[in-house]
């Protein structure tokens, strides 16, 4: 599998510089209670050094998908620490976890009637470029955003539960794809995360980024002596290559927004041998799942024309497909309204040049989600997949940007739990039936 992750910075008007974009819609005015986001500001600010330790020891141990032991280990730790009930490897998976805080109501009401606010953190690194799409400070996020709640839970007397994931293999192994059949999810209410990017200063954006899957196919040929006796052999190679140049020539025909693009790989390959095998490794992205499974069928079957074009047998498999974001718009308005009144950070929706997949846009399928992305201080030409963003990911500077959103997304979280009518808002529509089936069950 390849990694999922395409980022762009946006779309930059041409006088005045500034991202053509959209803020999200208007759902509400008045924002979570202050005195509510002035403990959520106090106790995040309160453990930032604590926070920055913890992220910068993700950052220095870089553990690709699935292998997350260090991380797993160092956040679950870190949670347990804070008063939360952790379950480690969790429902099986082995670097997967679970921390959970409930508030019990005091007021006579049923645990029943209260809520469940997800947050999840991601801590996989990308193979030879290290944290180089900032996953140290999205597992860092999603600490500081629980544990703030928490605190508000605690001190302000509103009942509910924070339940934090960590999530493995987000670039390209579908963990929360993982979670979500395992039933990691069905508690939840809704469920909140965060994601940095390069951009502009003092800015956050709510895209909906682009679904997207990941093909393997392998050629199966017959090898032979390149000069003596060529028309003896299938030649796995120019299987690959007639596919290559297939999908080179499909692009001409297909949208602007749709994207197709991939590798040959060999094996024990000889100029003087014609390769017996050869494998492809594709990614087919399109700005909906539906407009990928209809892309999806017209590049296998150029997979297809090359193995018959060639004589060679062909073996495909599709990788995890990660849906496009269905950000919760009454989540994103409130997440919005706070980090702009409280950090003036611009927070826009325009999706058009935002590429990007996630495992979390399987998540937003299935119940109310918000996934904001936030701009951190960056080098030219440094965004997010390159060895510069990794170091950018260390900085300072990005980890003051990142708690900054962590008390929007606290803020809005906290509002799930305590304000009944919002939480109706938010789960208005298809998106909860998700949350009202796990409750029949």
Not at 13 to 40: F, H, M
Not at 62 to 91: C, N
């Amino acid at each position: 599998m390849q990694f999922a992750h395409d980022w762009f910075v946006p779309v930059q008007d041409p006088l005045s510089g500034v991202p053509q974009s959209d803020k999200p819609p208007s759902y509400e005015e008045n924002i979570c209670r202050p005195e509510v986001i002035s403990t959520i500001e106090s106790k995040i600010r309160e453990l930032s050094p604590e926070l920055r330790k913890l992220s910068l020891d993700i950052w220095n141990h870089p553990e690709i998908m699935w292998e997350e032991k260090y991380a797993h280990d160092r956040l679950s730790g870190f949670m347990a620490s804070q008063g939360f009930f952790v379950t480690p490897h969790y429902l099986g998976v082995e670097t997967a976890f679970r921390a959970a805080y409930t508030h019990p109501p005091t007021d006579g009401k049923a645990r029943e009637e209260t809520r469940v606010i997800g947050v999840n953190s991601e801590m996989d690194a990308l193979p030879g470029i290290g944290h180089g799409c900032g996953h140290n400070l999205i597992a860092m996020s999603g600490v500081a955003v629980s544990i703030a709640i928490k605190a508000a839970l605690e001190e302000h007397d509103i009942p509910g539960t924070v339940v934090l994931l960590g999530t493995p293999a987000e670039e390209g192994g579908g963990g929360k794809i993982t979670l979500l059949e395992k039933g990691a999810y069905e508690e939840m209410d809704a469920c909140i995360m965060s994601h940095p990017s390069s951009g502009p200063p003092h800015f956050s954006a709510i895209w909906p980024g682009v679904a997207c899957q990941p093909i393997e196919v392998e050629f199966f040929g017959h090898g032979a002596h390149a000069a003596s006796a060529p028309w003896e052999a299938q030649n796995a190679l120019d299987a690959a290559f007639v596919a290559y140049a297939s999908i080179s020539a499909l692009r001409q025909q297909i949208k602007p927004d749709h994207r197709v693009h991939g590798i040959i790989v060999g094996r024990d390959w000889a100029p003087n041998v014609i390769p017996d095998y050869a494998k492809l490794r594709y990614i087919v992205r399109a700005p909906t799942w539906a407009e990928l499974e209809a892309l999806r069928a017209r590049v296998k079957a150029c997979f297809d024309a090359a193995a018959l074009a060639t004589a060679c047998k062909i073996e495909v498999r599709l990788g995890e497909g990660y849906f496009e974001l269905r950000n919760n718009d009454v989540l994103g308005q409130e997440y919005a309204n706070v980090v702009e009144e409280k950090y003036g950070i611009r927070t826009v929706s325009s999706g058009e040049s935002a590429k990007f997949s996630t495992d979390f846009g399987n998540v937003t399928y299935a119940l109310p989600a918000l996934h904001p992305v936030y701009s951190i201080p960056t080098e030219p030409n440094g965004s997010n997949h390159t060895p510069q963003f990794t170091k950018s990911a260390a900085t300072k500077e990005a980890h003051e940007a990142t708690l900054k959103v962590a008390v929007g997304l606290a803020a809005t979280g906290v509002r799930v739990l305590a304000d009944a009518d919002f939480a109706r808002k938010v789960c208005r529509g298809v998106m909860c039936r998700y949350r009202e089936k796990a409750r029949q069950d």
